[in-house]
């Protein structure tokens, strides 16, 4: 079975992010870019089904900018075994939506026929959570989202979920499109030895174009702007002055 | 203009809070018509038709739409959204499965998490963890949107309106439920609770986020935790708060060795009041904190408990 990883190259989730002053946007040029967070677990998840024999290929995808590049290179020395990579946009500043790149991991899908889609449940830049349910649909596939637990079992899979009230497990029918949650695995880091390697594993260039597939954003930015500050608060000595200070404004 | 609202349904219960704030964030972009589905769900189309600003409720009961899974649900929806403008849901996990698909399937984007309805084709979204607030305008003709309860307050109770059955449409049958597991609790939930008390990775142990529930019930509040709670076994995923968990607005949200890291804060920082317990006093917890206290939180948690 094939094993398909879309990654995105997102802000790193240490970087304090900074609003432009002329609220277009989020600086972007110059900041620390990573892997998304939940793509490297997603990773780690596809490497241990090869590991396990479940899996022969694992496939990343990327789409973005050129730089994604270096993106699928940490896949790829995570232990993918090959990259593709969809140029659609040339400044580091334009977001693909969920929506387009569906369309365009749909178009991969069919061309490359693997059995199981891992997406990471969201992107931790534009906190939509939305791609891999977007893909399932365009598909017809199954979806397991928020994934905690993936146990693949011939036909189907069996996945654990992390939902408001606990965990739900449910059975889906492969193929299938899983997306997965912090609690799934530890994803490893990428040895020196691998990191060399990956630098001779294959990666594909294309373009949205290739896919016919049309990036327009369906949303407008219309403005980006800094969240409400909250006023500085003070420090308190005791619990006998919380307790007091919060009798005060009446919070208990 | 119409709206269909995708109600919470909890095994055949309204989820009647979250219900309540998405209709309150619906109500002004036009008629709202509430869909409550489930195996079992006419009770709880009983309870939405009684929140002010339904004007019409749907009932579509059937064994295949049981547990909310995505496949089946959206399917409901897609047959339905010829009618309506937009197609909204308060933003919990079943919508966040769900609404994406629909969209998809409809060929336009989604809004997760809108936190302010500017017009009816523009909304406001926090992104980058609430770090920027994005306001962005749809030119999709039906509008999908997920609204984060936090920031709506719930709508009250009116006069029953109308219920109309409704039937499921065909079963596509890619998935199945197996089980959930669900820890029962006489606390207050975390999303609805006026009061939130979470432990971090400061905690230490399960054994010691007793400390932690002890507080919570002193002060009727629910329970929450940072991720490296979780993570760490300390506590269950639900409990988790921040920009990849629950996002809770209280009146008054106490953090007990909890650092503060952004994902965290995410989570909580609309919060009305906030104390933070910490031994470190350089833990960014205390930037967003209205009190504060330095303290080890073995000696400060049992003395707050008992002197509250
Ligand atoms: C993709 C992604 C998503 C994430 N999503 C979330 C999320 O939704 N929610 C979330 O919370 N985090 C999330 N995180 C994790 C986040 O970055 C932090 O790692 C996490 O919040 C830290 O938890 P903590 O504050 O409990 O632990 P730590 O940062 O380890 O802090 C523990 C604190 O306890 C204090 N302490 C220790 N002992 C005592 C004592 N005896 N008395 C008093 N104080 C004490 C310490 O001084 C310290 O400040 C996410 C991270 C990533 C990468
Ligand atoms: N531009 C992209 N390139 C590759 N994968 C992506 C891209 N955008 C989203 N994804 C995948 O979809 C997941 C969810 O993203 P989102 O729906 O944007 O929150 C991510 O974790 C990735 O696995």
Redesign the interface.
Same mark, same amino acid.
């Given at each position: 079975m094939k094993v398909l990883v879309p990654v995105k190259r997102v802000?790193d989730?240490n970087v304090?992010?900074r609003?432009k002053a002329d609220g277009s946007g989020?600086d972007l040029a110059n900041v620390k870019m990573s892997m998304n967070p939940f793509d490297e677990i997603a990773v780690e998840e596809a490497i241990r089904l090869k590991e396990a024999g479940k899996a022969d290929e694992i496939i990343a995808v990327s789409i973005g900018v050129k730089q994604s590049q270096e993106t699928l290179r940490t896949a790829l020395a995570m232990g993918t075994d090959r990259a593709i990579l969809v140029i659609a946009a040339d400044d580091v500043h334009t977001d693909i939506?969920?929506?387009a790149v569906?369309k365009i991991l749909a178009k991969i899908v069919e061309e490359e026929q693997p059995g199981l889609v891992l997406c990471g449940?969201?992107a931790?830049?534009?906190?939509?959570?939305?791609?891999?349910?977007?893909?399932?649909?365009?598909l017809?596939?199954?979806?397991?989202?928020?994934a905690?637990k993936l146990e693949i079992d011939g036909d189907h899979a069996?996945v654990t979920?992390?939902?408001?009230?606990?965990?739900?497990?449910?059975?889906?029918?492969m193929p299938a499109i899983v997306t997965v949650?912090?609690?799934l695995n530890e994803p490893r880091y990428a040895s020196l030895p691998n990191i060399m390697k990956a630098k001779k594993k294959p990666m594909d260039e294309k373009t949205a174009a290739d896919y016919g597939v049309d990036c327009a954003?369906?949303?407008?930015?219309?403005?980006?702007?800094?969240?409400a500050e909250?006023a500085a608060?003070?420090?308190?000595g005791?619990?006998?002055e919380?307790?007091a200070?919060?009798k005060e404004?009446g919070?208990? | 203009m119409a709206v269909l609202l995708l109600a919470e349904v909890?095994d055949g219960e309204l989820a009647l809070d979250a219900t309540a704030k998405a209709v309150t964030a619906a109500k002004s972009l036009g008629d709202v018509t509430a869909l409550c589905v489930g195996a079992t769900a006419a009770a709880a189309a009983e309870a939405a038709a009684k929140i002010d600003g339904v004007a019409k409720v749907l009932c579509a009961e059937d064994a295949s739409l049981g547990?909310r899974?995505?496949?089946a649900t959206?399917a409901l929806i897609v047959s339905l959204a010829g009618d309506y403008e937009h197609i909204v849901a308060p933003a919990?996990?079943?919508a966040?499965?769900?609404?994406?698909?629909?969209?998809?399937?409809l060929?336009?984007?989604? /809004?997760?998490?809108v936190s302010g309805v500017v017009d009816g084709s523009?909304f406001e979204?926090?992104?980058?963890?609430?770090?920027?607030? @994005?306001?962005?305008?749809?030119? !999709?003709a039906t509008k999908v949107i997920s609204f984060r309860t936090s920031t709506f307050d719930a709508a009250g109770s009116q006069d029953a309106a109308p219920v109309e059955n409704i039937s499921a449409t065909d079963n596509?049958?890619?998935? %199945?439920?197996? %089980? !959930?597991?669900?820890?029962e609790s006489d606390r207050p939930e975390l999303?609805s609770a006026g009061v939130v008390v979470s432990g971090g990775r400061g905690i230490g142990s399960e054994e010691n986020f007793a400390m932690i529930e002890k507080l919570a019930d002193k002060?009727g509040a629910a329970v929450g935790a940072s991720?490296a709670a979780?993570?760490s076994g300390f506590a269950?995923? !639900?409990w988790q708060v921040g @920009?990849?968990g629950?996002v809770v607005a209280p009146?008054?949200y106490i953090a007990v060795g909890i650092s503060g890291a952004? @994902?965290h804060l995410a989570g909580m920082?609309d919060s009305?009041?906030?104390?933070a317990i910490n031994k470190d %006093?350089e833990a960014p917890i205390?930037q967003?904190? !209205?009190?504060?206290?330095?303290?080890d939180l073995f000696d400060?948690v049992p %003395?707050?408990t008992e002197? /509250?």
């Amino acid at each position: 079975m094939k094993v398909l990883v879309p990654v995105k190259r997102v802000i790193d989730y240490n970087v304090k992010v900074r609003v432009k002053a002329d609220g277009s946007g989020v600086d972007l040029a110059n900041v620390k870019m990573s892997m998304n967070p939940f793509d490297e677990i997603a990773v780690e998840e596809a490497i241990r089904l090869k590991e396990a024999g479940k899996a022969d290929e694992i496939i990343a995808v990327s789409i973005g900018v050129k730089q994604s590049q270096e993106t699928l290179r940490t896949a790829l020395a995570m232990g993918t075994d090959r990259a593709i990579l969809v140029i659609a946009a040339d400044d580091v500043h334009t977001d693909i939506e969920p929506l387009a790149v569906a369309k365009i991991l749909a178009k991969i899908v069919e061309e490359e026929q693997p059995g199981l889609v891992l997406c990471g449940k969201q992107a931790i830049d534009n906190d939509m959570n939305a791609t891999g349910q977007m893909v399932s649909a365009l598909l017809g596939w199954s979806q397991a989202t928020f994934a905690s637990k993936l146990e693949i079992d011939g036909d189907h899979a069996n996945v654990t979920r992390e939902v408001d009230g606990g965990l739900q497990t449910i059975k889906v029918k492969m193929p299938a499109i899983v997306t997965v949650d912090l609690r799934l695995n530890e994803p490893r880091y990428a040895s020196l030895p691998n990191i060399m390697k990956a630098k001779k594993k294959p990666m594909d260039e294309k373009t949205a174009a290739d896919y016919g597939v049309d990036c327009a954003p369906r949303l407008e930015v219309v403005k980006t702007s800094e969240p409400a500050e909250r006023a500085a608060g003070i420090k308190v000595g005791s619990v006998d002055e919380l307790v007091a200070k919060l009798k005060e404004v009446g919070a208990v | 203009m119409a709206v269909l609202l995708l109600a919470e349904v909890n095994d055949g219960e309204l989820a009647l809070d979250a219900t309540a704030k998405a209709v309150t964030a619906a109500k002004s972009l036009g008629d709202v018509t509430a869909l409550c589905v489930g195996a079992t769900a006419a009770a709880a189309a009983e309870a939405a038709a009684k929140i002010d600003g339904v004007a019409k409720v749907l009932c579509a009961e059937d064994a295949s739409l049981g547990h909310r899974l995505a496949e089946a649900t959206a399917a409901l929806i897609v047959s339905l959204a010829g009618d309506y403008e937009h197609i909204v849901a308060p933003a919990t996990t079943d919508a966040k499965n769900i609404l994406p698909r629909v969209a998809a399937l409809l060929d336009v984007m989604v /809004l997760t998490d809108v936190s302010g309805v500017v017009d009816g084709s523009t909304f406001e979204r926090p992104i980058y963890a609430g770090n920027a607030i @994005q306001t962005v305008k749809s030119a !999709d003709a039906t509008k999908v949107i997920s609204f984060r309860t936090s920031t709506f307050d719930a709508a009250g109770s009116q006069d029953a309106a109308p219920v109309e059955n409704i039937s499921a449409t065909d079963n596509p049958g890619l998935s %199945e439920w197996v %089980e !959930d597991k669900v820890a029962e609790s006489d606390r207050p939930e975390l999303t609805s609770a006026g009061v939130v008390v979470s432990g971090g990775r400061g905690i230490g142990s399960e054994e010691n986020f007793a400390m932690i529930e002890k507080l919570a019930d002193k002060l009727g509040a629910a329970v929450g935790a940072s991720r490296a709670a979780v993570d760490s076994g300390f506590a269950p995923n !639900d409990w988790q708060v921040g @920009q990849t968990g629950k996002v809770v607005a209280p009146d008054l949200y106490i953090a007990v060795g909890i650092s503060g890291a952004i @994902q965290h804060l995410a989570g909580m920082k609309d919060s009305k009041v906030i104390v933070a317990i910490n031994k470190d %006093e350089e833990a960014p917890i205390f930037q967003v904190a !209205d009190f504060g206290l330095v303290a080890d939180l073995f000696d400060a948690v049992p %003395e707050l408990t008992e002197k /509250l």
